[in-house]
């Protein structure tokens, strides 16, 4: 069985960081891109940053300059770096990944979320 397992959210202050991992396991014959979104309360789900096998990152606007995402394939990880969060980064992040299952099969996976709280 394939799954997303996210760790490393929390509650920080205003001007602080924190990183996200999600580790992708189970029958996975390729990784290809692997991401991060977001939904804050009252908001509907956004794209936060996606960096592809390749290695080409892409940010939404809020989170360039501010946030880094990286990937460890040998580790089927992704990660989020998040500095200098500000009370408009709060909110449930859910990783997701398009996993090849099987030869020239792909779906879309995604994490349970995990809660980022940005609070003095």
């Known amino acids: 069985q394939v799954q997303l397992v996210e760790s490393g959210g929390g509650l920080v202050q205003p001007g602080g960081s924190l990183r996200l991992s999600c580790a992708a396991s189970?029958?996975?014959?390729?990784?290809?891109?692997m991401g991060w979104y977001r939904q804050a309360p009252g908001k509907q789900r956004e794209l936060v940053a996606v960096i592809t096998s390749g290695g080409s990152r892409n940010y939404a606007d809020s989170a360039k300059g501010r946030f880094t995402i990286s990937r460890d394939n040998g580790k089927n990880t992704v990660y989020l770096q998040m500095n200098v969060l500000n009370y408009g980064d709060t909110g449930v992040y859910y990783c997701?990944?398009?996993?090849?299952?099987?030869?020239?099969?792909?779906?879309?996976?995604w994490g349970q979320g995990t809660q980022v709280t940005v609070s003095s």
């Open positions: 997701y990944a398009t996993l090849e299952v099987r030869v020239r099969v792909s779906y879309d996976y």
């Open positions: 189970g029958n996975i014959l390729r990784i290809n891109d």
